[in-house]
């Protein structure tokens, strides 16, 4: 499975960025997806995950402005951005796995970074 992000950028803080990880290879394989984001001497943070099923899970600090999504025509994995903070500066990564629990998948892209100026 290749996952390649696109969509980072630089935003005013208050503004909207979406995202998109696309999936390409065996990913009938892949039960769940998210974006996991890490700021420059912080730990790597996961940001939402959206399952097979359609569940999704969401960080505190991202709840009600971002949404993720899944379109399955195009292989794509959006994550819609919005009131956007200078703390949401972050490279973004997209992830996947056959497992349901995040910390086990083994799929990354290489990021997008995501910059948001106060």
């Known amino acids: 499975v290749q996952l390649v992000e696109s969509g980072g950028g630089l935003v005013q803080a208050g503004g909207s960025l979406r995202l998109s990880c696309a999936a390409s290879?065996?990913?009938?394989?892949?039960?769940?997806m998210g974006w996991y984001r890490q700021a420059p001497g912080k730990e790597r943070e996961l940001v939402a995950v959206?399952?097979?099923?359609?569940?999704?899970y969401y960080a505190d600090s991202v709840k009600g402005r971002f949404t993720i999504s899944r379109d399955n025509a195009k292989n794509t994995l959006p994550l819609q951005m919005n009131s956007l903070k200078p703390e949401d500066t972050a490279m973004y990564y997209c992830?996947?796995?056959?497992?349901?629990?995040?910390?086990?998948?083994?799929?990354w892209g290489q990021g997008t970074q995501v910059t948001v100026s106060s």
């Open positions: 959206i399952s097979s099923n359609g569940s999704t």
């Open positions: 992830a996947a796995g056959s497992d349901y629990e995040p910390s086990l998948w083994g799929y």
């Open positions: 290879g065996i990913i009938f394989s892949i039960n769940a």
